[in-house]
T-cell receptor, first 115, second 114 residues
């Protein structure tokens, strides 16, 4: 069975600090996809990144970076120089590669950026 | 371009009643998925429709049903509401019907059952 664990329920940091959100997953599939979504107070989930299991290169997009490590089944997300607008709930998610596989979300990490 | 829209925004219903939630996908997207998000949890998959056919169903009772119309909009129906159905219901659209593609979410419908 597939599972996504986000052990950090809530994190608070002061603006401009760096913060890392942890994501650990479980799957028996050799091919799978990992995602991060952001859910601001308005409610809609905003897509941040999709990564397949064969691409272990770290990715950087502006202040956001992702560290994918297959050896530890982790897909961690780092925000550099955090801003108040980064305050949101962040979800890590996992999906298999088969056509009928569905996406499974973790419970999310609520991030507070304090001014 | 308009994103995914959902209506209504909020809804209050009584136990035993029935509710219909509506979703319009992004123009050109033929896949619509429904998720239930209970407070403090991640979204849980309910249904997926692609080209008006059901492509997947999550672990939800038969009280939950959905359909997709020729214009790709979708409705989620929940019968015989229970207190535990109180949640944020999210709709997501996608170009592809596989769920391992990027999905675009609407703002959700907040359902409260009293």
């Amino acid at each position: 069975a597939q599972k996504v664990t986000q052990a950090q329920t809530e994190i608070s940091v002061v603006e401009k600090e760096d913060v890392t959100l942890d994501c650990v997953y479980e799957t028996r599939d050799t091919t799978y996809y990992l995602f991060w979504y952001k859910q601001p107070p308005s409610g809609e989930l905003v897509f941040l990144i999709r990564r397949n299991s064969f691409d272990e290169q770290n990715e950087i997009s502006g202040r956001y970076s992702w560290n994918f490590q297959k050896s530890t089944s982790s897909f961690n997300f780092t925000i550099t120089a955090s801003q108040v607008v980064d305050s949101a709930v962040y979800f890590c998610a996992l999906s298999g590669a088969n056509r009928d596989d569905k996406i499974i979300f973790g419970k999310g990490t609520r991030l507070h950026i304090l001014p | 371009d308009a994103g995914v829209t959902q209506s209504p925004t909020h809804l209050i219903k009584t136990r035993g009643q029935q509710v219909t939630l509506r979703c319009s996908p992004i123009s050109g997207h033929k896949s619509v998925s429904w998720y239930q998000q209970v407070l403090g949890q991640g979204p849980q998959f309910i249904f997926q429709y692609y080209e008006k056919e059901e492509r997947g169903r999550g672990n939800f009772p038969d009280r939950f049903s959905a359909r997709q119309f020729p214009n790709y909009s979708s409705e989620l129906n929940v019968n015989a509401l229970l207190l535990g159905d109180s949640a944020l219901y999210l709709c997501a659209s996608s170009l592809a019907w596989r769920q391992n593609y990027e999905q675009y979410f609407g703002p959700g419908t907040r359902l409260t059952v009293t």
